[in-house]
């Protein structure tokens, strides 16, 4: 099995700056992609960005140009590093990770960021 915990987040204020990092345990080498998710208040859990074990990334509209996810696979963890703030940025992020033996899913705890105006 894998484990998955996240940590970096925090309270910043609109235009700051903040990098999450998910630090994986247990069976990495059954990880294949990895990426966020952010659950705002009120809202449905929503992807923020993608990276492949070859370093391949995808984020979603709402975050290009301003969030850079990477991953370092020596360390055996994901970075999302988060530029130019919003307050509509405030969400608890989850880190994922992808198996590569069946189509399982795993997840971390979450770390709130909060954005202030």
């Known amino acids: 099995q894998v484990q998955l915990v996240e940590s970096g987040g925090g309270l910043v204020q609109a235009g700051g700056s903040l990098r999450l990092s998910c630090a994986a345990s247990?069976?990495?080498?059954?990880?294949?992609?990895m990426g966020w998710y952010r659950r705002a208040p009120g809202k449905q859990r929503e992807l923020v960005a993608t990276?492949?074990?070859?370093?391949?990334?995808n984020n979603v509209d709402s975050v290009k140009g301003r969030f850079t996810v990477s991953r370092d696979n020596a360390k055996n963890t994901v970075y999302l590093q988060m530029n130019s703030l919003k307050p509509e940025d405030t969400a608890v992020y989850y880190c994922?990770?992808?198996?590569?033996?069946?189509?399982?899913?795993?997840w971390g705890q979450g770390t709130q960021v909060t954005v202030s105006s």
């Open positions: 247990g069976s990495i080498r059954e990880i294949n992609a």
């Open positions: 994922n990770a992808e198996s590569t033996l069946f189509p399982y899913n795993f």
């Open positions: 990276i492949t074990r070859g370093g391949s990334t």
